[in-house]
């Protein structure tokens, strides 16, 4: 069946180093819908950034995340984390349904 | 337009208490899902409408958790006996169609701590 995988379910780093989250699928379906969530303390989650485009890369609020189906993966990334980055970030895919990840937790450290 | 609505936003119950937890999706959303958050095992589907209609019941939770859409904007999810291990979160999300790319809009949760 289909599958979300995000290997690291905490990530700590400082204030100002690159992020890199990574997320991978398995699923049949040649189209799929893929998102990022994400939740911060005290709320629920909510959409990040989401794509279905091979091979593009999709921007927001200073994420950015491009879907390889070649290699089935869509790494979230941001060029410098911030203190407000710490929350918790779910990869999920939407094949012929929604599936979510275990979630990793970003911790940023100032 | 209102986003997706809880209620109650928290809830404790003695172990064996019958509980219901009341949700609204979104004006004009088909689809509805009750989800159950806690920190080991994430984010768990516990049940998935469409247009009313129930998709998916989330099989290891089908014996004490019985989720309804009685219409399009109103949904419960009853907890019957609880137990404490099932203290969590429970999220309420709705979405234009599951298919489609729609994104999820989730509610803000309703805590349940069993005793």
């Known amino acids: 069946g289909d599958s979300v995988t995000q290997t690291e379910g905490l990530v700590t780093l400082t204030e100002g180093l690159p992020v890199m989250l990574n997320c991978t699928y398995q699923t049949i379906y040649s189209n799929p819908f893929l998102f990022w969530y994400v939740q911060h303390l005290n709320e629920s989650p909510r959409l990040l950034l989401k794509s279905f485009t091979d091979n593009k890369r999709t921007e927001h609020q200073g994420f950015h995340a491009t879907l390889h189906k070649s290699s089935s993966s869509f790494h979230l990334q941001k060029s410098s984390a911030q203190l407000s980055d710490s929350a918790l970030y779910y990869c999920?895919?939407?094949?012929?349904?929604?599936?979510f990840g275990k979630g990793t937790h970003l911790h940023v450290l100032p | 337009d209102a986003g997706v609505t809880q209620t109650p936003r928290h809830e404790v119950a003695e172990k064996g208490q019958t509980i219901i937890l009341k949700c609204e999706p979104v004006?004009?959303?088909?689809?509805l899902f009750w989800y159950r958050q806690t920190k080991i095992q994430g984010l768990e589907l516990l049940s998935y409408f469409r247009s009313k209609s129930l998709m998916e019941d989330g099989g290891a939770f089908k014996d004490r958790f019985k989720a309804e859409m009685l219409n399009s904007s109103f949904s419960t999810l009853k907890i019957q006996p609880t137990e404490p291990k099932d203290s969590a979160v429970y999220l309420c999300?709705?979405?234009?169609?599951?298919?489609?790319?729609?994104?999820?809009?989730f509610g803000p949760g309703t805590r349940l701590t069993v005793l």
């Open positions: 999920a895919l939407n094949a012929y349904k929604v599936i």
């Open positions: 999300a709705s979405s234009l169609e599951g298919g489609g790319g729609y994104e999820q809009y």
């Open positions: 004006s004009g959303h088909n689809d």
